[in-house]
């Protein structure tokens, strides 16, 4: 963890906090690749509305996987980048009913609250550590995460 010292952060935060967003990268890349699932096999009468969002979502997640491996590197630590050891630790699991409009609404909802609440977890530990990068990063995605839920709550009509 070379780059603790240079950023002044503690080495042992800085390992806690590559840990715990090597588990959100894990469950980003779940949740893209589902979403890149659903964008590719949409059917039906909310094929027009929902192929252009999937992929509105996907183009963002892949920023956001991009960006949380760099974060990583920029503690020292190396970032995962196997799905087989994604799938050990991701909260988010691999979808099989992609097709359905408003069951792959339901897992996208899922995803975010999976991610949110992960987030959520690390605003608490990098404010304790003092790591306003990492801190920073969190809570820009939170603030842009929960308008989307609202938007995809309100496509179900809830």
């Known amino acids: 963890m070379k780059n ?7 080495e042992a935060d800085c390992q ?3 840990e715990k967003l090597n588990i959100l990268l894990a469950n ?18 909310q094929f027009f509305t929902l192929h252009p969002k999937f992929e509105e979502l996907y183009n963002n997640l892949v920023l956001k996987i991009d960006e949380i491996a760099e974060r990583i590197l ?6 995962a980048h ?7 630790v991701a909260t988010i699991k691999e979808s099989q009913e992609v097709s359905d409009g408003t069951k792959s609404v339901e897992i996208i909802l899922n995803s975010f609250k999976v991610v949110i609440d992960l987030q959520r977890e690390l605003l608490d530990i990098t404010e304790k550590a003092g790591d306003e990068g990492t801190n920073s990063q969190m809570s820009d995605y939170i603030t842009e995460q929960e308008k989307e839920v609202w938007m995809y709550n309100s496509y179900l009509g809830k």
């Open 4 to 10: 603790s010292n240079i950023i002044g952060l503690q």
């Open 16 to 18: 806690q906090i590559a």
């Open 28 to 45: 980003y890349s779940v949740f893209y690749q589902n979403t890149r699932g659903s964008h590719w096999n949409i059917k039906g009468d």
């Open 74 to 79: 920029t503690l020292g630590a190396t970032p």
């Open 82 to 88: 196997n799905y087989s050891d994604y799938l050990k």
